[in-house]
């Protein structure tokens, strides 16, 4: 049960030109579901992409990246659900390689111009025969108006396919900016989530798009959770087939602006919906932490409320028992935190004030609030000029049965 | 449901002598249960205790540091349930020292004499009144044999009584060591757990009783977690009443040993009793990392997995879906690793080999650990000599309705 979610309906997904979409159904892991994505690139588009920092990275994280670093132009994306190619060694590398190669000989262009992405299983072999096979099929089904299906194929447990668009004026032009991503649960990006793709038709150089990239992924993949859980694959890909003739040349230009702004809002509303469809999620959780010295220990004490099982539980229950989010305040590492000084807002509600119980705080005001589908925790730590917000979901019985059920 | 835990029969605590313990029903949460524990310590005694590291420590903390750093010699140990009288500012330090202010009365002893302790819901107002008028009984109860009923009353979420005993020859003279502890959820300690007492009756001088306690600590409640929240009032005290006559006067000294191996024993076995009886429990996990460069990332990367909700639902369903602990192993911030050398066992299965799937590996043989009610998750790192072993439990539907309905 997603909180305040509803597929997009495939009107609302405005094509990019300049790519081109086609799925199948490869029967990866389960026979007669879409499972296979590929995306054809125009020839003078730009890629950027960001990866999990996870350690034990994917396969196909550490082939893209190759791929990407190799300097050749991309011309394809090549993503598949149902098994993660990761914790599988030299012969995992080799399967996302042969899976590259026949995507290249499909489309007709080198192996370097080919981004392979993967999600699923963790440590179990890639078929990647079942995936070459599945090719024909999604390449014949290759179109610009086919986000919908996309979406769709790249799902594991999400309930609900993600996807945002949007477009932007600029004189007599129109560029048009949309983007898919899927996750449900291992949930906490790190450099951005599994998987998330934003296409526009800017025309926007490498080196932009990449600093574009980061600005986005850290404001929308890099501040949700779900269950604190780094996934292997983590991918947040950019892409800029520059189809519009609109060129976007330094990060100055008022054309700029407005299309950061826009894949900021697309980037935002994508990753907030992998939050609303959390893994058995009844809740969405807005954390911000305000009057900190600096961004990160705001962002380490919203990451404690965010993560904490006894929060989380608390929010299922509709139970205001907002002690736990001072003990969660207390052990986030800000080692010499003034406690005294804190405030603790539920929405517009003062729970604690100076570091203890607000005395005109009533419990029927926080049952008020938590009884909501969506909830604002607002943390005042009085100690400087920094914020930052988070997003997460509450901690259900089926984020336990999901997960205790994954491969049956 | 605990983990192969039973509780102590009276018989199995062996009284220390010089310490004596009395229970009342105060009523603090609720009427009808023993949830007042007091200990008088003769005179001679010493008491070395740590504390929480959460910057909300609790009133009680606050306050029985504040008693020990005075260098009175302590007389009595005062322990609440039902409140934990944290997360409320200085009100609550005013309640706390109502209730060591009505012990000091009690006992004919001065105020810092005495160290206070509480457990319970957070950020709710002490009720100092019906504690102090609960003394008189608790009091009338002070007996030497009477660890049973204190393990009872410090209970919270705890389905079982936690207590432990040893006795130890020394030549003619017999040493007792004897101890109880509670904790079932909010388990991650940071210098020790909430609650646990251990107590001898041989004669310690404070510094050596201090060291001794933390190396107890480090080894036995300092190495569980439950659920990663570390809790605002943990406490482990360790109580020397010298009532024996038996004098330890140095480190280096055989009767040191022995004693430390006795109380290393106690300890260990209290916090491996709350990991057993963890809110939901059904298995008890150990998690030991080799190989490592130092203890402290051989910690780190048993703690991201023993946090992690994937991991701890997949334990619960008995599935050998074994690369979320890869992926565990792969977030824990040990940024130089290279997963090419890491081995992974489940008890004596190989199931990882050099950093992916072992090619021998048969589900089958996983299949058959996951069953087990005890399980060992073995890490081997290949870069270094040091290792560590932490002990968890999973995460069943019990941790979330445990948790969701706990005030109610």
């Not at 995507?103 to 370097?112: D, I, N, P, S, Y």
């Not at 800029?240 to 990060?251: F, H, L, P």
């Amino acid at each position: 049960m997603a909180v305040k979610l509803l597929p997009p309906t495939p009107e609302q997904l405005r094509p990019v030109p300049g790519l081109e979409l086609g799925v199948a159904m490869a029967g990866v892991r389960k026979p007669g579901r879409k499972d296979l994505l590929l995306m054809r690139l125009a020839e003078g588009g730009t890629v950027a992409g960001v990866f999990t920092q996870n350690r034990f990275c994917a396969a196909p994280v550490l082939l893209a990246r190759r791929h990407l670093d190799s300097g050749a132009a991309p011309r394809a994306l090549v993503i598949n659900t149902g098994n993660a190619n990761a914790g599988t060694g030299e012969d995992g590398l080799r399967r996302a390689q042969t899976v590259c190669a026949a995507v290249a000989a499909q489309l007709g262009c080198a192996v370097e111009q080919v981004l392979p992405f993967s999600t699923g299983v963790i440590m179990e072999p890639l078929p990647a025969d079942r995936i070459v096979a599945g090719l024909p099929a999604a390449a014949a089904d290759l179109r610009a108006d086919n986000w919908s299906d996309a979406a769709q194929a790249i799902m594991t447990t999400d309930t609900i396919p993600k996807a945002a668009s949007r477009s932007l004026k600029l004189g007599s032009r129109t560029l048009t900016i949309t983007g898919i991503a899927k996750g449900a649960g291992m949930i906490k990006p790190n450099m951005a989530t599994m998987l998330g793709f934003v296409a526009t038709d800017a025309a926007v150089p490498a080196g932009l798009l990449h600093s574009l990239l980061r600005e986005a992924a850290d404001a929308s993949f890099n501040s949700i959770t779900v269950d604190g859980d780094t996934s292997t694959n983590d991918s947040f890909m950019l892409i800029a087939t520059g189809a519009s003739g609109v060129k976007i040349a330094s990060a100055d230009s008022p054309e700029y602006a407005a299309l950061r702004d826009a894949v900021m809002a697309v980037s935002i509303e994508l990753a907030q919906a992998i939050v609303r469809d959390g893994e058995g999620a009844t809740k969405f959780i807005t954390v911000t932490v305000q009057g900190g010295r600096d961004r990160e220990e705001c962002r380490r004490i919203g990451y404690a409320i965010a993560h904490s099982p006894l929060v989380k539980t608390a929010f299922f229950a509709s139970d205001p028992n907002l002690g736990r989010i001072l003990a969660a305040i207390g052990y986030a590492g800000v080692t010499d935190l003034d406690t005294s000084k804190v405030d603790l807002y539920l929405d517009q509600v003062l729970v604690a004030r100076q570091g203890g119980r607000n005395p005109e705080y009533r419990e029927e005001d926080g049952n008020a609030v938590m009884k909501q589908p969506e909830i604002t925790v607002r943390v005042d730590l009085h100690r400087g000029p920094a914020e930052a917000t988070l997003w997460t979901c509450d901690f259900s019985f089926d984020y336990v049965k999901i997960n205790a059920e994954y491969r049956t």
